[in-house]
């Protein structure tokens, strides 16, 4: 997809427009606007690559096919996916109503309800069966290191700024317990700091511990799990956090309640099929959503000063 493959050369917002031509959706120019059909809605993501934007639109296509063939009875029409650069644009975008539902983690959806204060947590996501999951300090089998104390003047591998389980949640755990957790290159850091690098992806935060570019790193038990058994078995866990949900699906606030109601059960019904199955498999291991419930809401009231949302990127 030639279009696809220059968006990373442009700007932000037509990055967006082309997520959006690429799945089809009509444009602005055409008759008068009274004869245009209801305006779509449109999912909004981070690129987890700036330099490959085709690659969201694989990840996402089904689900989105799969949402539209699910609306289309109801009149709702689902438009392209919109591509964020970072947490700061897709905030923008939210704002100017060019987003109206997102799929993320509790780390950065924390911090898009405090940029626009019109995010609101609806659905839980379940990745790879898991509803909740917790983040795992890990070590090589021969290092001293035992408990959070311990990394002290350490180096902790990371994954990014955004990362609910691989930055949020260890961080929030290293300052419980009295540690302070600074950049690797912080000229102001003093000698009791853990240090951190940033891996950029889960296998790659294994890797650098094994190879001595950390002394221990931290992520979700889901991704200590699927680490390949030659991996795991030259590493040990030494501590891990208290549980937290896996992910929220959230809604701009402004969005029209009737078509709210109609994405949220479209949602609910993708697992009932195969299809449904498969397309959300596709986008990164998506395997159902549930409603809030009560305690959920109340977890995340807990959560929310604890993560600092206002660190994320």
């Known amino acids: 997809m030639r279009v696809v493959a220059l968006a990373a050369r442009l700007a932000p917002r037509t990055l967006g427009t082309l997520a959006a031509l690429a799945f089809g959706v009509p444009g602005t120019v055409g008759p ?43 009149a709702v029409r689902v438009g392209g996916l919109v591509i964020a650069r970072d947490l700061d644009d897709l905030s923008q975008r939210i704002l100017r109503g060019d987003v109206d539902f997102v799929i993320e983690t509790v780390f950065p959806t924390l911090a898009l ?40 003047g350490k180096t902790l591998v990371l994954q990014v700024l955004r990362s609910t389980s691989a930055f949020a949640l260890p961080k929030a755990e290293l300052e419980r317990a009295g540690l302070t957790l600074v950049p690797a290159d912080d000229l102001r850091s ?32 889901g991704n200590w799990a699927a680490l390949p058994e030659k991996v795991r078995a030259r590493l040990r866990v030494f501590h891990q956090t208290a549980p937290i949900v896996r992910g929220l699906l959230s809604f701009r606030s402004g969005l029209d309640a009737t078509v709210r109601r109609a994405v ?37 009231r807990r959560w929310a000063p604890v993560l600092r949302p206002s660190q994320a990127r």
């Open 32 to 74: 008068a606007a009274a004869s245009r059909p209801p305006a779509a809605v449109h999912l909004g993501v981070v690129a987890e690559e700036p330099n490959e934007p085709d690659k969201m639109l694989r990840i996402f296509a089904e689900l989105l096919a799969r949402l539209r063939e699910q609306l289309q009875p109801r």
């Open 113 to 152: 309800q405090e940029r626009t204060h019109c995010v609101e947590p609806s659905l839980v996501i379940f990745r790879r069966g898991q509803r909740e999951y917790r983040s795992v300090f890990f070590t090589r089998q021969e290092s001293p290191i035992r408990e959070l104390a311990d990394l002290r």
């Open 190 to 221: 003093r000698p009791g700091d853990v240090r951190y690098v940033l891996a950029q992806a889960e296998v790659n935060q294994a890797i650098w511990v094994l190879h001595g570019k950390g002394d221990a790193g931290a992520f979700n038990d």
């Open 264 to 300: 949220e059960e479209a949602l609910l019904r993708l697992p009932d099929d195969e299809a449904g199955r498969v397309a959300l498999f596709q986008a990164a291991g998506l395997t159902g959503f549930e409603r809030l419930t009560a305690e959920d809401r109340a977890g995340l």
